[in-house]
């Protein structure tokens, strides 16, 4: 079945510094993957996605690329601010209308 | 920009008391979702539904849940009978035709004593 495995986490890091997130897949088909934010005390963001092979996903300075060939959509943040303190969750989707599969989250503490 | 609401945010209940978990989905979108996340622990899915029926569900959606559109506007949960183990938080979420990301609603926290 589909799954997504994501890093353990905490990851805590000083401000400044470079932020990967890792993330691998299991799915059949071709899945569209998407990174969520959850704020402290808040719902769930889209915070980017990528629907095919090789597409980049990118915003607020984060980006993740679809590796098809590695079943890998890792986040990165070249320089993390303390506002990126969340907890991150890489997610997948075969198609409309189907649930979207996530991973456990990876929390993110970034200190000045 | 428009997005997914929720009402209540917060519900308290007794053990074995129903609850209605309401939801407004972004008015084109025709998919629509719940999700439930315990505390500290990973989203689940519970329920799709389109087209005014459920379209997948996951075990955890048993006989106690149900899902209903009553007008066109609103997309709510309902667990019959609640349990300890019930309380978590539970996002509404909702998507277009299209494969696209889904929005989420702030979520309702649940709380079941």
């Known amino acids: 079945g589909n799954s997504v495995t994501q890093m353990e986490g905490p990851v805590t890091l000083s401000e400044e510094a470079f932020l990967t997130i890792n993330c691998t897949y299991t799915?059949?088909?071709?899945?569209?993957l998407f990174w969520y934010v959850q704020y402290p005390g808040e719902g769930l963001q889209l915070l980017l996605k990528?629907?095919?092979?090789?597409d980049k996903g990118s915003n607020k300075g984060f980006e993740a690329t679809y590796r098809k060939e590695t079943t890998s959509f890792h986040l990165e943040k070249g320089s993390v601010q303390v506002s990126d303190s969340a907890v991150y969750f890489c997610?997948?989707?075969?198609?409309?209308?189907?649930?979207?599969?996530f991973g456990k989250g990876t929390t993110l503490s970034v200190s000045s | 920009e428009p997005e997914v609401t929720q009402t209540p945010s917060h519900q308290v209940t007794q053990m074995g008391q129903e609850v209605i978990l309401r939801c407004v989905p972004i008015?084109?979108?025709?998919?629509f979702y719940w999700y439930r996340q315990i505390l500290g622990q990973k989203v689940e899915f519970l329920v799709s539904?389109?087209?005014?029926?459920?379209?997948?569900k996951s075990e955890i959606f048993d006989d106690q849940f149900s899902v209903e559109r009553p007008d066109g506007s609103n997309f709510t949960l309902k667990i019959r009978s609640t349990k300890l183990e019930d309380s978590a938080m539970y996002f509404c979420?909702?998507?277009?035709?299209?494969?696209?990301?889904?929005?989420f609603g702030p979520g309702t926290r649940l709380t079941v004593t």
């Open positions: 539904f389109y087209n005014n029926e459920i379209s997948e």
């Open positions: 997610a997948l989707s075969n198609q409309a209308g189907t649930a979207l599969i």
């Open positions: 799915a059949t088909g071709y899945p569209s």
């Open positions: 979420a909702s998507t277009g035709l299209a494969v696209s990301s889904e929005y």
């Open positions: 008015s084109n979108h025709l998919y």
């Open positions: 990528a629907t095919k092979a090789d």
